[in-house]
């Protein structure tokens, strides 16, 4: 079974950047698309961006469009999501899943708090 970690998140001012890593164990992640989902208090989880297999494409929530990238490096197992501008509505819990078939796993969080 795939285990995730994620890590990376913390406090940043409006307009800074985080890089958020999700680190995949178990198995190989290169048979795996993934993808990056948040979930502000209250809220419900919301998807925000995703990749497929070799990142050949990759999408994005339109509200983080132009200011987050997701990449993988299938060789180290990782996930990354690098968030630059960050916004106060960018505060929540980020999530790391990967999915392959019907099968999908997910990590347990971390937190990202941006200060206005």
């Known amino acids: 079974q795939l285990q995730l970690v994620e890590s990376g998140g913390g406090l940043v001012q409006s307009g800074g950047s985080l890089r958020l890593s999700c680190a995949a164990s178990?198995?190989?992640?290169?048979?795996?698309?993934v993808a990056w989902f948040r979930q502000a208090p209250g809220k419900e989880r919301e998807g925000v961006s995703c990749?497929?297999?070799?990142?050949?494409?990759?999408n994005y929530a339109d509200s983080v469009k132009g200011r987050f990238t997701i990449s993988r490096d299938n060789a180290k197992n990782m996930v990354y999501l690098q968030m630059n501008s960050l916004k106060p509505e960018d505060a929540a819990v980020y999530f790391c899943?990967?999915?392959?078939?019907?099968?999908?796993?997910w990590g347990q969080g971390t937190q990202v708090t941006v200060s206005s």
């Open positions: 990749a497929t297999t070799r990142s050949d494409v990759t």
């Open positions: 899943s990967a999915a392959w078939g019907t099968k999908v796993d």
């Open positions: 178990g198995s190989s992640l290169d048979r795996y698309a």
